[in-house]
């Protein structure tokens, strides 16, 4: 694949941009080489600067569940932007998608939006510790959400392809408040709550974990902490910045029957747009300003062009509920397809799977945590990304990634992928 563009334009993005990239995932430090450069997608496509088309199996990072380009979306987008793109005053959109948000998912009352997940996960933390008048949040090894201090010590994703899960720059101030539990132990939960129990404002979880690869809770993980939690006043936080509106419309809440005190939202309720969300039980919500002392504001929270946008893929998830049922068969299709390519080449490895969220290990299994997540290996990874990647299909460029599914996916591109997987499996094992 010929990419002449992509690579200057490279060259040029790392003289004016850090590593060349506005978010450090997409730099391909995981799996080596240079990154596309995308010009336009569409469906289930993208198309780089070079011309080359590849099957999407990023949607960026979550939010094109329907696929990139959905007409309804981009006239609502197109026809809200005549009318100004942001006025920084109340507007029907909000209260639209408001209203739509807290009739559909159960426990959220109240929500506010913001203008990403990482706003959307400070602004939750904040409120839990003014709520409870409490410092500590246990979060867990391999869980990532968003760059705030608090959460960058020992994070997945982004965070992860720099080799040093923590980051310089945040304080041993914010750092001693900020307690790593293991993902799927909740023994490590309790000892973290018996050794400071009157002062944990928080427990944070993606309810499933998207940002170490995919890892589903076990059976009784999620109940367990909704019990740990109300034993000990703490505010369960789940971070559906990636689940939700993707594992069912209600989110994991639904698929788990689990109902958290608060929930952060992102990614599909943007529809691509920058949207951030927190919500959950009134009396938790009351404290956030201007009705309680918890302060959080933002510019551009709620303009017309992300409401527009969110409402609108919303809407149409709402009222097309088989899109679901369309993306498990197809999820269920790649997942067969790739674990039998894998099986029949001898290769050892871990498949998870949660509606379209697929995180493929390449390592003894089961895979329920960071430390087995971290097992993987990652040059296999690498030569495996860059096989697919030159026959077509562009697959999340790290490990600590999940596959994110879009309903464009037609039949005809999951058999493409399938053989691409499998030419690129043949090809690696036979240089081995
Ligand atoms: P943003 O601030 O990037 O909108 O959302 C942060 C966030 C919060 N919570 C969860 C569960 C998330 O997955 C994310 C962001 N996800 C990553 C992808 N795994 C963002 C990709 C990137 O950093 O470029």
Known sequence: MENTNSKALFERAQKVIPGGVNSP?????SVGGSPVFIKRAEGAYLFDEDGNKYIDFIGSWGPMLLGHADPDIVDAVRETALGSTSFGAPTKLEVEMAELITSSVQGIDKIRMVNSGTEATMSAIRVARGFTDKNKIIKFKGCYHGHGDSFLIEAGSGAL????????GVTEGTAKDTLNADYNDINSVKELVEANSDDIAAIILEPVAGNMGCIPPVNGFLQDLRALSDEHNIVLIFDEVMTGFRVDFEGAQKVYGVTADLVTYGKIIGAGLPVGAYGGKKEIMEYVAPTGPVYQAGTLSGNPLAMAAGLTMLNKLKNNPDVYEDLERKSARIAEGMTKTLEAHGITFSANRVGSMIGLFYCEGPV???ADANRTDKELFSKIFHGMLKRG?????SPFEAFFLSNALSDDDIELTLNAFEETIEEISIKN
């Open 368 to 370: 329920t945590s960071f």
């Open 161 to 168: 392809t720099m080799g040093q899960p923590s980051s310089p």
């Open 25 to 29: 995932v997409r730099a391909f430090n």
């Open 393 to 397: 299909v562009y697959l999340p460029p």
